[in-house]
């Protein structure tokens, strides 16, 4: 990561709520073809949440705890503070002096970007202001939340605005909470109803839904030069597993998630 920071902007998409088992079933069945085709080997790394709701998971990831692979460890980390004793800051690691990525990115000359999605980046009350308060520019409006069937599409919008009005020269950090997975998401399933609610299925065709679009996210990220790019869930969510339903608890459904990163390429954004 010490020769990506400074060279290459840095994405990062969390894809709020998204099920492992879900997001690999679609991945398996070319459901997802547009994300398929970045995924390492086309198949989502089975990683550990680093908390089992939103909140929990963000401040952990912006302080460099992403996902953990589900496997025996320890799993040397891309991003640190400096931390004495630390058992996952490894050489290749990028360690900076501030308590989070986001400021360390900017100390390193990033200019930081939050798109929000979930009710935790919507500014409209102290709590829903921690995250995005964060980075140097955030922006949230209602159609970007959880109740707007198109609010993958108004977020892509607003990053394509942001992109287009940096000096060329500027590195970016670009961070998108992606909403559409959350409940309620009854809506990108054709035929479902609010009545009978959110299910498995709904929650894979919003997967679906984000798949169709997020091109145009990867094409504005690496527009101006190679972008390394994240994509992973936060959590996960339960739907009637072991009679679960939701998250903030600890079921595996909820702990395990999904997780990817490679790169982008500036030529790439024309497909």
Request: proline letters at 7%; a negative charge; glycine letters at 8%.
């Amino acid at each position: 990561m010490n020769e990506v920071v400074g060279r290459h902007d840095i994405l990062l998409v969390t894809l709020d709520t998204l099920r492992y088992d879900v997001a690999a079933e679609l991945a398996a069945e070319g459901r997802i073809p547009r994300l398929a085709r970045r995924l390492p080997g086309g198949a989502w790394q089975q990683r550990h949440a680093p908390g089992s709701f939103t909140y929990a998971s963000h401040q952990a990831m912006f302080a460099g705890f992403l996902p953990t692979p589900a496997t025996p460890g320890p799993h040397p980390r891309l991003f640190a503070a400096r931390f004495a004793g630390s058992e996952t800051t490894a050489a290749r690691t990028f360690v900076h002096d501030t308590p989070d990525l986001v400021s360390g990115l900017a100390e390193a000359g990033y200019h930081t970007v939050c798109i929000g999605g979930v009710g935790f980046f919507n500014k409209q009350a102290p709590l829903g202001s921690v995250l995005p308060g964060l980075f140097q520019e955030s922006h949230w409006e209602p159609e970007f939340g959880v109740t707007s069937p198109h609010s993958f599409e108004h977020q892509i919008a607003r990053a394509e605005q942001v992109v287009a009005r940096l000096p060329a020269e500027q590195r970016l950090f670009l961070f998108v909470n992606v909403s559409a997975l959350h409940q309620p998401n009854w809506f990108h399933l054709p035929g479902a109803t609010r009545e009978a609610g959110d299910t498995r299925e709904t929650h894979a065709a919003a997967l679906e839904y984000v798949d169709r679009h997020i091109d145009r996210l990867f094409a504005a990220a690496s527009s101006r030069r190679r972008c390394f790019a994240i994509v992973c869930s936060d959590h996960g969510t339960a739907y009637g597993d072991d009679g679960f339903t939701g998250h903030r608890l600890g079921h595996e459904s909820v702990w395990t998630v999904p997780y990817a990163h490679f790169f982008l390429d500036p030529a790439e954004a024309v497909r």
